[in-house]
């Protein structure tokens, strides 16, 4: 299994607040990352895919960047919408993995 | 659009068989490239995945719980079926299918059902 090492587990953060969230494979996995965002009750959302796209309808304020085996999703400008979980998932590989989940909490 | 949607039983008992089924739309999995698979998250932790089948039937289970799982299709009534065998109380977790794609640079899930709460117990 490829596995996916995300951190922190969680951060306190305000409105405005610049926030980066790590993500980090056991082996190369090139740009096959996408990242998620997961609100309390509801199914989560895919954000970026191949480590720096933005999916469509996502805002600007996200980005991703990253390749082989270290990657980083940042918000630029942290909004009241955006407190929730994020997670990494490989693609490089059929047998998928998650990373274990960024919890992104109001300072 | 792309909808999916699980259904299956929301108990069941330790050491029974979960079936669960996943109902999708606007897409189909005849189609090249295309897949589902089923991830799950117990109450508070974190997204695992469980397993994947593509439109040429192709399936693909998680190293740990492989021997427990059983995927299926029936492309003519868009569903996807998922069996685990030998429930625990530790399998209790909401159950999500999602779709993907071979031929999209996303490889892995895109779109996502509203997810299943299954609970394990006596």
């Known amino acids: 299994d490829i596995q996916m090492t995300q951190s922190p587990s969680s951060l306190s953060a305000s409105v405005g607040d610049r926030v980066t969230v790590t993500c980090r494979a056991s082996?190369?996995?090139?740009?096959?990352l996408n990242w998620y965002q997961q609100k309390p009750g509801k199914a989560p959302k895919l954000l970026i895919y191949a480590a720096s796209s933005l999916q469509s309808g996502v805002p600007s304020r996200f980005s991703g960047s990253g390749s082989g085996t270290d990657f980083t999703l940042t918000i630029s400008r942290l909004q009241p919408e955006d407190f929730a979980t994020y997670y990494c998932q490989q693609s490089y590989s059929t047998l998928w993995t998650f990373g274990q989940g960024t919890k992104v909490e109001i300072k | 659009q792309i909808t999916l949607k699980e259904s299956g039983p929301t108990l069941v008992k330790p050491t029974q068989t979960l079936t669960l089924t996943c109902i999708f739309s606007?897409?189909?999995?005849?189609?090249?490239?295309?897949?589902v698979g089923w991830i799950r998250q117990p109450p508070g932790k974190a997204l695992e995945w469980l397993a994947l089948i593509y439109w040429d039937d192709d399936k693909r289970y998680s190293p740990s719980l492989e021997s427990r799982l059983t995927i299926t299709k029936d492309t003519s009534k868009n569903q996807v079926v998922l069996t685990m065998t030998n429930m625990d109380p530790l399998d209790t977790a909401t159950y999500y299918c999602a779709h993907t794609s071979t031929v999209t640079n996303v490889r892995g899930p895109d779109y996502w059902g509203q997810g299943t709460l299954v609970t394990v117990s006596s």
């Open positions: 606007g897409f189909s999995l005849s189609t090249s490239g295309v897949g």
């Open positions: 082996q190369s996995i090139s740009t096959f």
